[in-house]
């Protein structure tokens, strides 16, 4: 069994940096697909950045969003940059020994509680 604890969210406003970190317990999930998704109210959670032995992001956060894990300390990290309104939203961080498809949230086995992120204008 493996626990997902999300923390860094908060509040910022646009232009502004945060990074959130994924903390993994139970096992080490080095060899895992981590994914970072996103959920805005009203929305349905949406891809953001995944990670295995190659990085994924969606095409909105390109060039402003770099994930990444310390094996070590069994984390995972998503530093935010250039935030913008729309990024707002509960950031989950979801881990799998194994996904078909990185954007489908049900391939996912683990899921963190969330944290909130809201980006102001």
């Known amino acids: 069994q493996v626990q997902l604890v999300e923390s860094g969210g908060g509040q910022v406003q646009a232009g502004g940096s945060l990074r959130l970190s994924c903390a993994a317990s139970?096992?080490?999930?080095?060899?895992?697909?981590i994914t970072w998704f996103r959920q805005a109210p009203g929305k349905e959670r949406e891809f953001v950045a995944g990670?295995?032995?190659?990085?994924y992001y969606t095409d909105s956060v390109k060039g402003r969003f770099s994930i990444s894990r310390d094996n070590a300390k069994n984390t995972m990290y998503l530093q935010m940059n250039s935030l913008k309104p729309e990024d707002t939203g509960v950031y989950y961080c979801a881990a799998s020994p194994y996904v078909r498809h990185w954007a489908t949230p049900r391939e996912y086995e683990y899921w963190g509680q969330g944290t909130q992120v809201t980006v102001s204008s």
């Open positions: 139970g096992r080490t999930v080095n060899d895992y697909y």
């Open positions: 990670i295995h032995y190659m990085t």
